[in-house]
Every structure is written in C-alpha cells, then in structure tokens.
C-alpha cells in the first residue's frame, strides 16, 4: 500500500514537471511573459493657424501623436522620456516635460509659419516695387507677375513602438510635411533602439563584428531584390533605385525577435516617387556577424 502510494506522488510529481517544462518551452522560445515591464501614454493634438487669424487667409495645420513611456521598472524613467523627447521634437527641447515639449514644438512650427509668411510677402512687395521701376514692363508678364497668395503648410509627426521584448525597446518616428506645393512633400521615417539594461541607444559598432558593413551589403542588395521581384540591379535601377552597388548600412534600423530592419528614406538610394524601403534581414542569415554576449546576439539564440 505505501509502495502504491508512493508511486502516486512520483507519478504526480513527474507530470507536474512535465507540464511546467512544457510550458515554458516552445521551440527553444519561453512561452512566459517576455514584455519590458514599461507602461505608455499617448497626447495627440491637432491645430490649424490661419495668417493673421483671418479664415480667408492661408494657414498652418500640424497633427502630433506623441507615444512616451510614464512607466518602467527597468529602465531610468527619465532618461528614456528625454530619449523619447529629443528624438521625437529635436535636442532643444529634451529637457521638457512631454506634454510642454509638445505644445512648444506646436508653437514653434506656427511661429516659423508666420515668419515665412512675412517674409514671403516682403519678397513680394519687394518686387513689385522694383517693377513698378522698369519702363514699359507688362507686370501681367508671367516673367514679371507676382504672387501675393502664400502657401498653407502642413506637418504630421507621429511615433510608434514596434518592439518591447528581451530588455530592447524600438520604436519608429514618422514625419510628412508639406509646405504647399506637390514638390515641397517629404516623408521620412526614423528608427530607434534602447537597450533597456543601460538606458543608452544600440548602435551598429555594439552589435556587429568589424567588417559588417561590407557583408550586411550583399544582404541588402538581395532583400531589394526580393521585395521588388526583380533579378537584377539594372532592374532596380529602372524601377528607380540608384547607387545600389554601393549602399551600406545607414545606422536607421528596428530589432525585433526576428532580425533587423532597415529604412532607406527618399532620396538616399531610390527616387523621392517611391515608397521608403524597409528592408529585413533575418537573424539567421546575420548570426556571424553578431559581436558575442551583446543583448541582440542573446536574442538572436532565443
């Protein structure tokens, strides 16, 4: 009877391990919460600004969705909302509280609306003024004519987290303005990791073995190729690309559980008509170059 009794427990005991090994392994990956311990708020404003408050007249309009944290266990909270801050709105205004650092920018943006308002208007007058000089000028001349509308401008800023596992943060900050004209669009997208153990930015020289630069090419090269369906980067070329034999790697980059993701924004290695490619390399096709014993090469083994 004890020796049935005892085999009860051992049995119990063995499926209990069992389940809880179980749970907590899935292909090498732990099925346990992986999350960094930091919680987010968000302040969305939108503000239009007409010129001299009058709604016949051009204006500003500026739409911010500012994603901070106001949490963490790990991580300096401070030190990652100054992060946040500096990147999202520029170096001068880090040191503002989030929201103040969003109603600064806000007002910033309108007050240089305004300024090239003014100085868009004295340009005008100016030439007028030289026109009216000229004998004989037909200042209806397209040559001559001068434009006494100005432009309404606009800008959106936004920011998005795109990975918060394994002590790494990552988020992207997406930028479009337009300052009237469709020439004058411009999109940019920058990307950004923190490796939550330090507080401090990951950068390519942490990560990677000397030399990565040189290697990571021909990845890149092959994921363009990929993306566009295309064999050759005569190919790309046509599609718009250029100076792709000599593209590197541009500091621009997310990490996820799965690998790298690069953005190459307009204008650096494709025409200002094409979307912005983001292009991901796997960790698995990467794994040499890791520099050992970095938070990103442990990732990369999970």
């Given at each position: 009877?004890?020796?049935?009794?005892r085999?009860?427990?051992?049995?119990?005991?063995?499926?209990?391990?069992t389940v809880?090994?179980?749970?907590?392994?899935?292909?090498?990956?732990?099925?346990?919460?992986t999350?960094?311990?930091?919680?987010?708020?968000?302040?969305?404003?939108?503000?239009?600004?007409?010129l001299?408050?009058?709604?016949?007249?051009?204006?500003?309009?500026i739409?911010?969705?500012?994603?901070?944290?106001?949490s963490?266990?790990?991580?300096?909270?401070?030190?990652?909302?100054?992060?946040?801050v500096?990147?999202?709105?520029?170096?001068?205004f880090?040191?503002?509280e989030p929201s103040?650092?969003?109603?600064?920018?806000?007002n910033?943006?309108?007050?240089?609306?305004?300024?090239?308002?003014?100085?868009?208007?004295?340009?005008?007058?100016?030439m007028q003024?030289?026109?009216?000089?000229?004998?004989?000028?037909?200042?209806?001349?397209?040559?001559?004519?001068s434009n006494n509308?100005?432009?309404?401008?606009?800008?959106s800023?936004?920011d998005?987290?795109?990975f918060n596992?394994?002590?790494?943060?990552?988020?992207?900050?997406?930028?479009?303005?337009?300052?009237?004209?469709?020439?004058?669009?411009?999109i940019?997208?920058?990307n950004?990791?923190?490796n939550l153990?330090?507080?401090?930015?990951?950068?390519?020289?942490?990560i990677?073995?000397?030399?990565?630069?040189?290697?990571?090419?021909s990845?890149?090269?092959?994921?363009?190729?990929?993306?566009?369906?295309?064999k050759?980067?005569?190919?790309?070329?046509?599609?718009?690309?250029f100076?792709?034999?000599?593209?590197?790697?541009?500091?621009?980059?997310?990490?996820?559980?799965k690998?790298?993701?690069?953005t190459y924004?307009?204008?650096?290695?494709?025409?200002?008509?094409?979307?912005?490619?983001?292009?991901?390399?796997?960790?698995?096709?990467?794994?040499?170059?890791?520099?050992?014993?970095?938070?990103?090469s442990?990732l990369?083994?999970?």
């Amino acid at each position: 009877m004890k020796v049935t009794i005892r085999k009860l427990i051992f049995s119990l005991l063995l499926l209990t391990i069992t389940v809880l090994v179980s749970c907590s392994n899935d292909n090498g990956r732990s099925r346990f919460r992986t999350e960094n311990n930091i919680s987010f708020d968000t302040i969305r404003v939108n503000r239009r600004q007409y010129l001299d408050d009058d709604t016949t007249k051009p204006y500003c309009d500026i739409h911010v969705s500012f994603v901070y944290p106001i949490s963490s266990s790990k991580a300096n909270l401070d030190t990652l909302q100054h992060f946040f801050v500096r990147n999202m709105f520029g170096s001068s205004f880090e040191n503002l509280e989030p929201s103040m650092a969003v109603e600064a920018y806000i007002n910033n943006y309108i007050e240089n609306y305004s300024r090239d308002a003014n100085t868009y208007s004295e340009t005008v007058s100016d030439m007028q003024e030289l026109n009216a000089l000229i004998p004989g000028i037909d200042i209806s001349d397209s040559e001559h004519a001068s434009n006494n509308i100005f432009y309404s401008y606009y800008e959106s800023l936004t920011d998005s987290i795109t990975f918060n596992q394994h002590g790494i943060l990552s988020f992207q900050i997406k930028q479009s303005n337009s300052k009237g004209e469709a020439a004058s669009y411009y999109i940019s997208y920058s990307n950004y990791a923190i490796n939550l153990n330090t507080g401090d930015q990951i950068t390519e020289n942490e990560i990677f073995n000397a030399g990565y630069d040189k290697a990571l090419q021909s990845l890149i090269i092959t994921s363009l190729l990929e993306q566009n369906k295309v064999k050759s980067i005569d190919e790309l070329e046509d599609l718009g690309y250029f100076g792709i034999n000599e593209i590197v790697p541009n500091t621009n980059f997310l990490l996820n559980d799965k690998g790298i993701i690069y953005t190459y924004n307009k204008g650096e290695y494709s025409a200002y008509q094409l979307t912005a490619p983001q292009v991901f390399i796997p960790y698995s096709a990467i794994r040499s170059l890791l520099r050992n014993n970095t938070i990103v090469s442990k990732l990369a083994d999970l």
